[in-house]
């Protein structure tokens, strides 16, 4: 770490070998400061661990590499330091740094102190060196930030021959290329970020630079303005900003996992919940920690409690996001279930796309989750019309389209609505599952693969859905008999695959009643879809009592939202 | 001297006999908990160890492609012990690993060094370095080695049934995992890696459904030459799923293998997978 030096300027001050190894510490002491927030900027589909956690380790085995060498040879102390970054270097990023150092410690070969004309060769043998070391260079990466350094470098030498001047330019010229990434990398505009491994390479340059100029490079000490040029692209996570990172351990009994999960789940985003009935970790982003923590306490005891306020770590970066493209298209997961964004899939003409009729707000959601592009709504009681199936399917930017009734009163409708399609759309093509319920429906689009064959995952989709039996319960609306169960009407009732088989005065009753027949020896899944009419707590009681009869079952409770039917039940 | 080598890296989860026997030159790779960094060695990082972390309160690891450097050395010491390495990597496109090869190849001599990037990972990278060194033992040049991997490389398949998507989706490897799970419910993937490419094969919400699909998927593809059971922590789902397919074993015994950490960080625990050869 470097406290605090002189300055370093100009020509008559000579850059040694000791210099360069302050200015490396600087540079990694800089990058060791900011290093969580270029771990936060990786978005690439192929990372190899974080990137700054990356270009840190590299880092600091150079210059521990280079401290212990005892020679004031500039040559000789890059050429360990880039022996030190080869042998310690870690993942892709570690790597480019790596041959950074290589190729300005070749540059710097047999050298005793720098020049001007040897740094400005330096950093364009390092770029060149770089993009040598990667088998297909994209432009957009560090690779771009050290290459336009190097260039404006070259410029600035026809300016000056001071080294600090030179330097100034060459970082200044580096962020200005890593603010551009996003234009050149569509995936970084896309998460609103720009590139890690290219703000990597400007805080260890920015370091240096301050050294060089006299300024303090002090380990954890955030110096927001410095870097604001970065601020302008770094979008939060959502409107609200970062949130708190929760971590905790939860240990009690008969604990499920699978519901912990779901409703940890709701209440945030980045969700991690493991473990068994004993003990569950839980790891969650929310924007109000206290919500996973309460909910922990009802269940059991806490330990290793940890709340991180990620806002804070990055408040002074997360500063304005409006009007920057930037932050186009990032998901955001609200915390309040009833808002979760969901990204409609994005289908081309030739995909195959879903329609699915669901009768319940929660039950949309779940199937839009799954990858429906277009919901119908409407159930038992409000059949959706012809029209509005029709008006779902055409409306799909694929020209294959599945369609999903999830009820048995629907199917013809559908099938109507589908010949109405390919009637006046011969391009279309429009397959009608016949799902009887709800859970045939979900189950059906388990299998689903929008670039398949349409043959292939309509038939994997009309298998799937015979993998789940379906429980509804309901309130009969008049005294009947019907397959042999006698119901009077206000009583609870309980189907089975669209069967009466169960009646009684309580819909835990019926529950039992209906589980005991749907649930073998073999069932391993339970999920619960509590409708309109019930809350979360009151469902939650349900399913606690309901594990006790089924300890070797996992439940699962979804806010399904549906009209009249108090649960719909899915056994698999 | 041997007159070729083969090396890789620890990503094959080639059972440690094996590697004894032919003499593989294997380079780990790593795990990283925040600054500390772990080789999957198994000696600085046990299996044992690896899950016990993952269940305990401690963020979850990321992992890495080893220092180029410690690629170099490995290649530079086979390249000290026979006349020609015959290398295979994870693939290039998944990892970072291919590149430290492909560096040290270059610093070393290209000309001794047969690099092939395998698309594959875990037993579907172990069979071809198998072969591999089969034929090196033999005595085949490496340009017949080179052909006994390409001939075999469209017939290896891996395919994984993973308890949950989340780890997938946290990994940050393939784009499509944040798209295949939801939310609301819980949903296992089946996924398959095919000529460096992952993708989902389908999606089930219980074990017993994720384990019929890999049988499902090991009978179309019978009769195989090899077949290797991959689990991640999860011995007794392996040895039933070897069981299961005990009518279309090839000759010899199932190979079953908790897959090293570093694969294991990006797919979770409780996972089960087949690594297959398909007949010619």
């Known amino acids: 770490m470097v406290e605090q030096s002189s300055q370093l300027p100009s020509e008559q001050v000579v850059c040694d070998g000791h210099t360069l190894k302050l200015l490396a510490q600087a540079g990694r002491d800089w990058l060791d400061t900011h290093h969580p927030l270029v771990n936060q900027l990786n978005v690439f589909p192929v990372p190899d661990g974080d990137t700054g956690t990356n270009m840190l380790m590299t880092m600091r085995n150079a210059v521990k590499e280079a401290i212990e060498v005892d020679s004031d040879a500039i040559g000789q102390i890059a050429a360990r330091i880039a022996h030190g970054a080869v042998m310690g270097s870690r993942g892709n990023s570690g790597t480019i740094l790596s041959q950074?150092?290589?190729?300005?410690?070749?540059?710097?070969?047999?050298?005793?102190?720098?020049?001007?004309?040897?740094?400005?060769?330096?950093?364009?043998?390092?770029?060149?060196?770089?993009?040598?070391?990667?088998?297909?260079?994209?432009?957009?990466?560090?690779?771009?930030?050290?290459?336009?350094?190097?260039?404006?470098?070259?410029?600035?030498?026809?300016?000056?021959?001071?080294?600090?001047?030179?330097?100034?330019?060459?970082?200044?010229?580096?962020?200005?290329?890593?603010?551009?990434?996003?234009?050149?990398?569509?995936?970084?505009?896309?998460?609103?970020?720009?590139?890690?491994?290219?703000?990597?390479?400007?805080?260890?340059?920015?370091?240096?630079?301050?050294?060089?100029?006299?300024?303090?490079?002090?380990?954890?000490?955030?110096?927001?303005?410095?870097?604001?040029?970065?601020?302008?692209?770094?979008?939060?996570?959502?409107?609200?900003?970062?949130?708190?990172?929760?971590?905790?351990?939860?240990?009690?009994?008969?604990?499920?996992?699978?519901?912990?999960?779901?409703?940890?789940?709701?209440?945030?985003?980045?969700?991690?919940?493991?473990?068994?009935?004993?003990?569950?970790?839980?790891?969650?982003?929310?924007?109000?920690?206290?919500?996973?923590?309460?909910?922990?306490?009802?269940?059991?005891?806490?330990?290793?409690?940890?709340?991180?306020?990620?806002?804070?770590?990055?408040?002074?970066?997360?500063?304005?996001?409006?009007?920057?493209?930037?932050?186009?298209?990032?998901?955001?997961?609200?915390?309040?279930?009833?808002?979760?964004?969901?990204?409609?899939?994005?289908?081309?003409?030739?995909?195959?796309?879903?329609?699915?009729?669901?009768?319940?707000?929660?039950?949309?959601?779940?199937?839009?989750?799954?990858?429906?592009?277009?919901?119908?709504?409407?159930?038992?009681?409000?059949?959706?019309?012809?029209?509005?199936?029709y008006d779902a399917i055409v409306n799909v930017p694929a020209k294959r389209v599945i369609v999903l009734p999830n009820n048995k009163n629907i199917i013809l409708a559908a099938e109507q609505a589908a010949r109405l399609v390919t009637d006046k759309h011969a391009d279309r093509e429009v397959i009608v599952l016949p799902t009887r319920t709800m859970p045939q429906g979900i189950s059906a689009l388990l299998p689903y693969d929008p670039k398949g064959d349409l043959d292939e995952v309509s038939e994997a989709m009309l298998q799937a859905k015979d993998d789940v039996r379906t429980g509804e319960i309901t309130t009969a609306t008049r005294s009947v008999e019907l397959d042999g169960v006698n119901v009077t009407e206000g009583q609870i009732i309980g189907l089975v695959d669209g069967k009466l088989t169960a009646s009684g005065d309580s819909i835990i009753a019926v529950m039992r009643d209906i589980l005991d027949q749907m649930c073998g020896k073999d069932c391993e899944l339970i999920t619960l879809y509590y409708g309109n009419g019930l809350n979360e707590a009151e469902a939650r009681q349900l399913v606690d009592e309901m594990s006790q009869d089924y300890p070797n079952q996992d439940f699962e409770l979804v806010n399904g939202g549906q009209a009249h039917y108090h649960y719909i039940l899915s056994v698999e | 001297m041997p007159r070729t080598l083969v090396m890789t890296d620890s990503t094959c989860d080639l059972p440690p006999e094996?590697?004894?026997?032919?003499?593989?030159?294997?380079?780990?790779?790593?795990?990283?908990?925040?600054?500390?960094?772990?080789?999957?060695?198994?000696?600085?990082?046990?299996?044992?160890?690896?899950?016990?972390?993952?269940?305990?309160?401690?963020?979850?690891?990321?992992?890495?492609?080893?220092?180029?450097?410690?690629?170099?050395?490995?290649?530079?010491?086979?390249?000290?012990?026979?006349?020609?390495?015959?290398?295979?990597?994870?693939?290039?496109?998944?990892?970072?690993?291919?590149?430290?090869?492909?560096?040290?190849?270059?610093?070393?001599?290209?000309?001794?060094?047969?690099?092939?990037?395998?698309?594959?990972?875990?037993?579907?990278?172990?069979?071809?370095?198998?072969?591999a060194a089969e034929a090196a033992q033999q005595g085949a040049e490496p340009v017949e080695i080179k052909k006994a991997v390409a001939n075999m490389g469209p017939r290896v398949d891996v395919w994984a049934a993973l308890d949950t998507v989340e780890y997938l989706r946290r990994s940050g490897r393939v784009g499509w995992a944040a798209a295949m799970m939801s939310q609301l419910l819980q949903i296992k993937p089946v996924i398959r890696l095919y000529d460096s490419e992952v993708t989902a094969l389908t999606r089930v919400r219980t074990s017993q459904r994720a384990f019929d699909t890999l049988v499902e998927l090991a009978h179309k593809a019978a009769p195989l030459e090899r077949l290797a059971v991959l689990h991640t922590n999860n011995l007794p789902g392996a040895r039933r799923l070897a069981e299961t397919l005990a009518d279309i074993h090839p000759a010899h015994e199932p190979v079953m293998v908790d897959v090293t950490p570093v694969i294991g960080v990006h797919v979770g625990p409780n996972g089960l997978g087949l690594g297959i050869v398909r007949q010619s």
Not at chain 1, 288 to 296: E, Q, V
């Open chain 1, 100 to 389: 950074l150092w290589q190729g300005f410690a070749h540059a710097l070969k047999d050298q005793r102190t720098l020049n001007a004309e040897l740094l400005v060769r330096g950093l364009r043998e390092a770029a060149d060196t770089a993009y040598r070391g990667v088998i297909k260079p994209v432009e957009g990466t560090i690779l771009t930030v050290a290459r336009e350094a190097a260039e404006e470098a070259e410029r600035a030498y026809q300016d000056t021959h001071d080294i600090v001047t030179i330097m100034t330019r060459a970082v200044d010229q580096a962020k200005d290329a890593l603010a551009r990434t996003p234009q050149m990398l569509p995936i970084l505009q896309k998460a609103g970020v720009v590139d890690s491994g290219g703000s990597g390479l400007v805080f260890i340059m920015e370091g240096m630079l301050r050294y060089a100029r006299g300024q303090e490079v002090t380990l954890m000490q955030f110096e927001a303005a410095e870097t604001e040029d970065l601020a302008a692209v770094l979008a939060p996570e959502d409107e609200q900003g970062y949130g708190y990172d929760v971590q905790f351990i939860l240990k009690g009994e008969n604990l499920d996992v699978n519901t912990v999960r779901a409703v940890i789940d709701q209440m945030g985003w980045s969700t991690l919940v493991v473990g068994d009935e004993e003990a569950i970790k839980v790891h969650v982003h929310v924007h109000d920690p206290g919500r996973p923590i309460s909910y922990g306490i009802s269940l059991g005891t806490l330990s290793d409690i940890i709340v991180e306020n990620m806002q804070e770590q990055f408040h002074d970066y997360v500063r304005e996001r409006g009007g920057h493209p930037g932050h186009v298209d990032h998901i955001s997961v609200p915390a309040a279930h009833s808002q979760i964004a969901i990204e409609s899939p994005e289908l081309n003409e030739d995909d195959i796309g879903i329609v699915a009729v669901a009768s319940g707000d929660g039950l949309a959601r779940v199937f839009r989750q799954l990858g429906a592009a277009q919901l119908v709504m409407g159930g038992q009681t409000n059949n959706p019309s012809t029209q509005e199936i």
């Open chain 2, 18 to 131: 094996w590697v004894r026997r032919f003499d593989i030159r294997i380079v780990p790779t790593y795990v990283q908990y925040g600054l500390e960094s772990l080789a999957d060695d198994g000696v600085q990082l046990t299996r044992t160890d690896f899950y016990r972390r993952l269940a305990t309160n401690e963020a979850l690891p990321t992992t890495s492609a080893p220092p180029l450097g410690q690629t170099h050395q490995i290649m530079a010491q086979a390249l000290d012990d026979a006349d020609h390495v015959v290398a295979l990597t994870a693939p290039a496109k998944l990892s970072g690993i291919y590149n430290t090869f492909r560096l040290s190849a270059e610093q070393l001599g290209r000309e001794r060094v047969t690099l092939i990037d395998s698309g594959m990972l875990s037993m579907g990278l172990g069979w071809m370095v198998i072969t």
